[in-house]
C-alpha cells in the first residue's frame, strides 16, 4: 500500500506511486499477468493528444456547493473550466437540488510580466477579491504549467490567504506535465482536500457512508436504506462542512476506484474510515461481493444477504431475457481504467462478447493495496480473458484503427466526444454519462435496455456512415493499429 503523506503539499503523481502506464496492447488477461509481475510502460512515437491533470482537479473541486475555485495561470487554462459549471447545473436534479447555485471560477490570467517577475502577489490579491466577492466557505488555488515553470510559492501564498481570511485556502498542484497519468489531477485535488478541508472526527457516525463518485443519479440512498445509513457524496454538490466530517462516516465506497483510489486511502490511514477494497458493483458476481463486503464493515452480513436475495429476485428474470435478446452480439469499449474493466464486466452479464477496449491508463494496483480492487482482474476471473486491450490517453488514432478492425455491433464510452468515432464507421454507439447507471443487478438491466435501443435505431449512424469523411487515412487503416507503441507491431503479428 502506498502511504499518503498530508505533510507534503504535493501529491505524488500515479507513476510513482503506483507504477501506472498509458502504453500498452495485448490482451485482458496479459495485462493483469503483467500488472502482477512489474508492469513496465511502453512509449509511442507518436501522440495524437495528452490530457491535463489541471482539468481532473478541477472536476472535483469546482463541483463543491460553497467553495471558490481560482486558476493560477494565463486565462486560457482556465477556458474549459466553464464546462463544469454546465455539468454541475444540469445533472444538479439527479441529486434532488432544486436551486444550484452559480459557481464561483476565477482566473488570475497571468500575462508575459508575470512570467518574468513572478505573480505571487498577483495571486495574493486574487484570494482576496474572490473572498470579498464570493464569500466562500473555502478556496481552492490550481496550479498550472506556467506556475510550474516560473516556480511561484503558490504554498506560502495560500498559507498566508488562509491565516488572513480565516478559511481553508487549499493549493492544488496539478500541472499538466507533472503526470502523463491525468488522473493524477484527481489525486491532486483529493490531496488538498484531505490535507486542508477534512477535520478529525467528533464521532463516528454509523449512519453515514462515504460515496466517492462523481455527478451520477443517485442510487445509494435506496441502496443504503436496509443498513440504515445514507449516502454522503465526495465531491459532487457537497459542501464544505459535509466534506469536513467526512471523517464520521462508519465506511467509504467508490462509484470508480480510478476517482477515489487516494482520497479512500487518505480517509482510511489517516482518519480511520474503512474503505469497501472490493471493486465497484457492476455485474451480478461482484454485485454480490460488494454488498456482502459492505455488510461485513457495518456489521449487518444478514441484511446484505436480504438485499442481495430481494435483487436478485427482482433483476434475475430481466436479466435473462435480455441476455436472450443480446446473446451473441458484439461490442466495443472505450473508458476510463476502473469503469471500462466495468463495463466490460456488464456485457459479459448480458452474453455480449467484447471484442476489445481502448482504457485511458492503467493502474496494476490501487493506493489500498488489494487485489480484489482490481476490476479487470475481477471480470478476467469471472468471464473470461478479452482481446485487443489497448491502454492509451484517448490516443483516437488507435481507436478508429480498432474499430474498423473489428467491426462490432455497437461501441460503448464514457466521455463526450468517443462514440463520433464509432458513429462514422456505421456502427452504434452508446454514451452513457452516468458512472451509476450501470451499478448493482439494476444496472445490467438499465444498460441491457439501452444497448437495445441503440442497436434497434441504427438507421442514423448508417446514413452518417455514407456521407461522413474520415480524417483517418486508408493508408493508416491499412497499418497494425499499435505500430506506434513501443513493441507493438512485432506483438500484433505475434497475435
Not at 229 to 250: C, G, H, M, Q, R
Not at 265 to 278: D, I, R, Y
Not at 450 to 477: C, G, Q, S
Request: some cysteine; aromatic content about 10%; proline content about 4%.
Amino acid at each position: 500500500m502506498a502511504k499518503v503523506n498530508l505533510d507534503l503539499p504535493e501529491v505524488q503523481i500515479r507513476e510513482l506511486r503506483l507504477g501506472s502506464i498509458t502504453g500498452f496492447q495485448g490482451t485482458a488477461k496479459e495485462l493483469v499477468s503483467a500488472a502482477r509481475c512489474g508492469l513496465r510502460d511502453k512509449n509511442r512515437s507518436f501522440s495524437q493528444c495528452l490530457g491535463c491533470s489541471t482539468g481532473n482537479a478541477a472536476c472535483m473541486v469546482v463541483l463543491i456547493r460553497d467553495a471558490a475555485v481560482i486558476s493560477h495561470g494565463p486565462v486560457g487554462c482556465s477556458s474549459c473550466l466553464h464546462e463544469f459549471a454546465f455539468t454541475y447545473r444540469v445533472n444538479a436534479p439527479l441529486r434532488d437540488l432544486e436551486h444550484p447555485t452559480q459557481r464561483k471560477i476565477y482566473s488570475t490570467n497571468l500575462d508575459e510580466g508575470d512570467t518574468v517577475y513572478g505573480a505571487g502577489q498577483k495571486l495574493a490579491d486574487a484570494i482576496r477579491e474572490v473572498h470579498e466577492r464570493a464569500n466562500p466557505k473555502a478556496i481552492f488555488v490550481l496550479t498550472t504549467c506556467a506556475v510550474g515553470i516560473i516556480g511561484d510559492d503558490v504554498e506560502s501564498v495560500t498559507d498566508e490567504a488562509e491565516a488572513e481570511l480565516g478559511i481553508p485556502v487549499a493549493a492544488i498542484f496539478c500541472e499538466g506535465f507533472r503526470s502523463k497519468v491525468w488522473t493524477t489531477g484527481f489525486d491532486a485535488g483529493y490531496h488538498a482536500i484531505a490535507r486542508k478541508i477534512i477535520k478529525p472526527p467528533r464521532q463516528r457516525r454509523s449512519d453515514m457512508i462515504n460515496v466517492i463518485n462523481f455527478w451520477g443519479g443517485d442510487i445509494f440512498t435506496e441502496w443504503f436504506e436496509p443498513f440504515g445509513a445514507k449516502p454522503n457524496f465526495i465531491t459532487p454538490y457537497a459542501t464544505v462542512d459535509s466534506l469536513a466530517y467526512a471523517s464520521e462516516a462508519v465506511a467509504t465506497i467508490q462509484a470508480c476506484p480510478t476517482l477515489g483510489s487516494y482520497l479512500a486511502a487518505a480517509l482510511s490511514q489517516e482518519f480511520g474510515v474503512p474503505e469497501v477494497e472490493t471493486a465497484s458493483p457492476y455485474g451480478i458476481q461482484q454485485t454480490d461481493r460488494w454488498f456482502r463486503k459492505l455488510g461485513e464493515i457495518l456489521g449487518k452480513p444478514d441484511v446484505a444477504e436480504d438485499v442481495i436475495a430481494a435483487k436478485k429476485k427482482e433483476y434475475i428474470p430481466q436479466i435473462e431475457a435480455l441476455k436472450k435478446k443480446l446473446s451473441g452480439k458484439t461490442a466495443f469499449v472505450t473508458a476510463g481504467a476502473g469503469h471500462g474493466h466495468s463495463l466490460l464486466s456488464v456485457l459479459a452479464e448480458l452474453g455480449v462478447n467484447a471484442r476489445g477496449a481502448a482504457i485511458f491508463h492503467h493502474d496494476p494496483l490501487y493506493d489500498n493495496g488489494k487485489e480484489e480492487s482490481d476490476a479487470l482482474a475481477q471480470r478476467v476471473r469471472d468471464y473470461g480473458d478479452v482481446p485487443n486491450i489497448n491502454v492509451c490517453n484517448k490516443q483516437e488514432f488507435e481507436l478508429v484503427n480498432q474499430l474498423a478492425r473489428t467491426r462490432p455491433d455497437f461501441m460503448l464510452a464514457r466521455h463526450g466526444g468517443m462514440t463520433l468515432w464509432g458513429a462514422k464507421l456505421g456502427i452504434p454507439s452508446l454514451l452513457v454519462g452516468d458512472e451509476h447507471f450501470g451499478m448493482g443487478y439494476e444496472g445490467i438491466v438499465r444498460y441491457g435496455e439501452r444497448i437495445l435501443e441503440t442497436i434497434e435505431n441504427d438507421e442514423f449512424v448508417k446514413n452518417l456512415a455514407k456521407h461522413a469523411i474520415n480524417p483517418y487515412t486508408k493508408w493508416w487503416l491499412a497499418q497494425e493499429p499499435y505500430v506506434f507503441i513501443e513493441g507493438g507491431a512485432e506483438a500484433w503479428r505475434a497475435s
